[in-house]
């Protein structure tokens, strides 16, 4: 027997063990007919397509002090049918801020992220595929670095690579590194042993093969997941992050996180300002976890009815 | 399980070497250091020198850590540069605000998640089911210092029912022989000071919640309703067993044991959040305490406090996993 037939007979292992059909086929389609998930979907859609098409829908430009002349000290112009939403306290039409703002949070979100997953993956890959003495380093450096509190962590990091946005996203990257790793890890352990991977040891299907064909491929779901909720977590942890004065240092960047943090100081004169990149923030975040628990639902054997 | 547990504490040795090692570089690589942070950026080469060579950071990294580590040992954190008292004395200070917002968080928490959870359950596809489920998802994306804000300004500085910073009156003329406020005040006798010590607490201790509340209400939930469809349950119910004895004996504690575990697993969610929630009301705990050492290179205290913070972390966490075992039969630990 070929190697090309031993795999694909170990691929059919796998899909027989899922009971006809493969999981990511019968996953779809319970995300499909689970409500959350479409609102998430749908939340998400929205939070891509007002980041992508944000200069045609802004009425103003992010930066442009349009209304300056209309603000006075302690009292900051609310919404008009010029400004629908207001504007800031130095005079910048505050819908066209958030629709621009939605830009900085998806850069930030899918930087962090990407960041994180790619550095944890390679840690638990190389714990998870290598074994042995690799795998003991890389799990102690997990355990070092899960025993800081998150956010403690972030701020340790964000001191250190300095206040930029690229600062921000490594900050926020940093802390989800063991949790990927330690999660891809735990998955490539449990599909070491499964029927597919002896199947294909069996026929003598390369060691490196087995690895990158089969048991990283069916391991992946538990870290896709986390992605997405990582996505939510990156958009509250920058606007935490911002609060506590380790966000960008441009105050011209039209950040929510920012937004939010510089409103603050002038709550009892516009609190509508505050609300507005906080409302932005949890709509964004929501469907990123929506989408991200139903994810895990629809991938979770365990929630199969 | 003696030996479990032995095992587990015999990990936290190389994890606090390791984490040592880190703190100590990261420290030294941030930008900028201590000399200049407290005799700001004209300070002349000379002072930096003289203030470097007092606190022995003129000489080599090596000798240094050999030196940080040999007195860790003994238990002595050294002095921070900013007040040259020794970062114990400051950690105990603090920390007991701290811990005295995380437990008041946790109560709320546990206390109001576990019914709403329950009940949701009970009431599955209700509007009571509904809406503790969408409050729990605003609850987990609301950010943290938002939320206390919205919370300080309304019922703080708008109604005035609650103060809105620190963690008494400074008019009342307390002794703290505990650093804990709350019980302080029972301790001396002083009920007054202790009430006082609570309506400080109660906005912060909300806004902490959130987060924890939201994610027992939604595991409470979950747990309850796998529970709920288990044969045992259908077994105790055609044995004719009244509502409540099932509840309570059947439901309530087998739905409990995931609980328990997510409940130990707040403590970093409730000590990142403490750092927020200490910032907007001006608390002075520990968050407060680390956020300043960093913004002014503390050396000593950052390093020591962020380690105390990971020692007291691994070992709750080994105390969940503990515990588990104990609540659980099923699960004991060999």
Redesign the interface.
């Known amino acids: 027997m070929s190697i090309q037939a031993a795999e694909i007979l170990a691929e059919t292992t796998h899909v027989d063990e899922e009971h006809g059909g493969s999981v990511r086929v019968e996953a779809w389609r319970r995300l499909r007919r689970n409500p959350a998930a479409i609102a998430g979907a749908l939340l998400v859609l929205l939070f891509l397509l007002v980041a992508a098409f944000a200069p045609l829908l802004a009425p103003y430009g992010p930066t442009d002090q349009v209304a300056l002349d209309q603000i006075r000290p302690g009292s900051i112009p609310g919404p008009s049918s010029e400004h629908v939403l207001g504007v800031d306290n130095l005079g910048r039409d505050e819908l066209s801020r958030l629709l621009y703002g939605a830009r900085q949070s998806l850069i930030i979100g899918v930087g962090s992220t990407l960041i994180g997953f790619f550095f944890g993956c390679l840690l638990g890959l190389a714990a998870g595929g290598l074994g042995g003495w690799v795998d003991g380093l890389a799990m102690?450096?997990v355990?070092?670095m899960l025993?800081?509190?998150?956010?403690?962590f972030a701020?340790?990091v964000a001191?250190?690579v300095?206040k930029t946005r690229l600062g921000l996203m490594i900050a926020i990257a940093v802390p989800a590194i063991p949790i990927f790793a330690r999660l891809l890890r735990g998955s490539m352990l449990a599909h070491r042993e499964a029927d597919y991977v002896m199947a294909a040891k069996s026929v003598g299907v390369r060691q490196s093969r087995i690895v990158f064909s089969h048991i990283v491929p069916n391991s992946l779901s538990p870290v896709l997941v986390q992605g997405t909720l990582l996505l939510?977590t990156a958009i509250?942890d920058a606007?935490?992050l911002s609060?506590?004065g380790l966000g960008t240092d441009d105050p011209g960047v039209p950040e929510w996180?920012r937004m939010?943090a510089d409103s603050?100081s002038y709550?009892?004169a516009a609190?509508h300002l505050?609300f507005l990149p906080?409302i932005a923030?949890?709509i964004s975040?929501?469907g990123f976890?929506?989408l991200g628990e139903s994810l895990r639902e629809a991938l979770d054997p365990r929630f199969r009815r | 399980m003696a030996r479990f547990v032995f095992r587990r504490l015999a990990l936290l040795i190389p994890i606090l070497f390791g984490l040592s090692l880190l703190l100590f570089l990261w420290v030294r690589a941030l930008p900028g250091g201590p000399a200049i942070a407290l005799l700001g950026e004209r300070a002349t080469p000379e002072a930096i020198e003289r203030f470097n060579r007092l606190y022995g950071l003129d000489r080599s990294l090596w000798e240094q850590y050999a030196s940080y580590m040999g007195r860790v040992v003994r238990l002595d954190l050294g002095a921070s540069t900013r007040t040259n008292r020794p970062v114990l004395t400051e950690f105990w200070e603090r920390f007991p605000a701290t811990i005295e917002l995380a437990l008041a968080a946790l109560l709320i928490a546990v206390a109001v998640g576990i019914p709403l959870g329950y009940f949701a359950a009970r009431r599955f596809g209700t509007w009571l089911d509904n809406s503790s489920v969408v409050a729990s998802l605003i609850g987990v994306t609301i950010p943290v210092f938002f939320l206390g804000f919205l919370l300080k300004y309304v019922f703080a500085v708008r109604l005035g029912w609650l103060p809105s910073q620190g963690r008494q009156d400074a008019r009342l003329a307390v002794e703290h022989p505990t650093n804990f406020y709350v019980l302080d005040g029972i301790v001396t006798g002083n009920l007054n000071a202790t009430w006082d010590a609570i309506a400080h607490l109660i906005l912060p201790a909300i806004a902490l919640a959130s987060i924890p509340l939201a994610i027992i209400v939604r595991i409470t939930r979950a747990s309850v309703l796998d529970v709920l469809n288990e044969d045992y349950v259908r077994t105790a119910e055609a044995k004719g067993l009244t509502k409540r004895v099932i509840s309570r004996r059947h439901v309530l504690r087998n739905a409990m044991l995931p609980v328990s575990t997510t409940i130990g697993l707040q403590t970093g969610l409730l000590l990142s959040g403490a750092i927020l929630t200490e910032t907007v009301f001006a608390l002075p705990g520990i968050g407060t305490y680390l956020v300043r050492a960093i913004d002014g290179r503390d050396y000593s205290a950052i390093q020591g406090v962020i380690l105390i913070i990971a020692v007291i972390y691994v070992i709750v966490n080994l105390l969940v996993d503990i515990s588990y075992g104990i609540i659980d039969p099923r699960v004991r630990v060999r």
Request: a neutral charge.
């Open positions: 102690r450096l355990d070092i025993s800081i509190p998150g956010l403690l701020i340790a001191a250190l300095g939510a509250i606007a935490a609060f506590l996180g939010l603050q709550l009892a609190a505050a906080c923030i949890v975040a929501l976890t929506l």
